[in-house]
């Protein structure tokens, strides 16, 4: 078996790769809706995105609506891989299978 992913492991980069797997495939989250939902600080928030963005598991667009500036996140499609792995991982080794 393999270990559990350290970067999804972590409370908070858990809750957001769960609220982010979510959406549909593609859709995007806006990033106040997103630190509402999980009870979050702007702050906490943008720190945690910045690891997952780092390993590439979410992507981050920053833009203007009319001129104010707004951000948008979304699973990329190795961070639902990753998250998917995470899970087999996470239900093998709840039911013992993973012992040798």
Do not use: C, Q
């Not at 593609?26 to 999980?38: C, E, Q, S, V």
């Not at 979304?74 to 709840?94: D, Q």
């Amino acid at each position: 078996m393999n270990d559990l992913d350290p970067v999804i492991h972590a409370t908070t980069r858990l809750r957001i790769m769960t609220a982010l797997n979510a959406l549909a495939l593609g859709d995007k989250l806006a990033f106040n809706a997103l630190a509402r939902t999980l009870d979050l600080t702007p702050g906490n928030l943008s720190v945690h995105l910045t690891k997952l963005s780092d390993v590439g598991y979410v992507a981050i667009d920053k833009t203007f609506e009319g001129r104010k500036p707004a951000t948008y996140v979304s699973l990329t499609a190795t961070g639902r891989a990753a998250f998917e792995n995470y899970l087999t991982e996470l239900r093998a080794l709840l039911s013992g299978s993973d012992k040798e």
